[in-house]
């Protein structure tokens, strides 16, 4: 916490709840990695006042580990083709929430309302699809624990591939049955139409 200033600490006595943390994630201009892709400890994304899906909820799982959560993350893995997402999951009263930094319309916040980390992963299945509308979500992660970890994540400078390494390596469940892959249907084409809509213009 020490390299953190004064002005910043302060920020974060005031965002002190799940929903104040999202409502912050969410005024951050998207991270497009204009100079290549980066992957920032949350000193350096509060710092560049950007981040993309995995930067915005690394800061979002220690601002809530500043108020008694743990800062946890959930991996998302989609088919090839498509992008994987990164999710920080919290929990309240028994039951789960999500926070999530994204560019569109989709893949958002999730109400603590889930009573287990499947059904919170599950929620996010009818919104993942390509613009031809092929749903493409098929693997949620186990809870990775950021505090468990001895490496620095918080303030570290540089980028932080050796956490995505990690994350890549741990539990993942499948999401899909296997009898039922080729039965999915595609997404409407209102569904599609509002995927693409977006909250940052790239440049």
Known sequence: MSAFSKKEKLL??????????????????????????????????????????FEGVLLGAYML????????????????????HVISPF???????ALSKTNHAVLRYREPIYKNIRELALSYFHEYFLDNGEKTLRQYSALFDLSKLKKNWITAE???WWLDKKLDKIEHYNI???????????????????????????Y
């Open 158 to 160: 540089g980028n932080l």
């Open 176 to 202: 899909v049955p296997k009898n039922n892959l080729q039965k999915l249907r595609k997404a409407d084409g209102i569904e599609i139409k509002a995927g693409k809509i977006i909250e940052f213009k790239k």
């Open 91 to 97: 929990k309240i009263n028994g039951f789960w929430g």
């Open 12 to 53: 974060f006595k005031k965002i002190n709840t799940p929903a104040k943390t999202q409502d912050f994630l969410n005024h951050l201009k998207f991270n497009f990695e204009k100079s290549g892709e980066t992957l920032k400890s949350p000193l350096f994304t509060l710092r560049a006042r950007s981040a993309h899906c």
């Open 65 to 84: 580990s500043l108020y008694g959560f743990r800062p946890y993350l959930m991996h998302l893995g989609a088919t090839k083709g498509d992008y994987d």
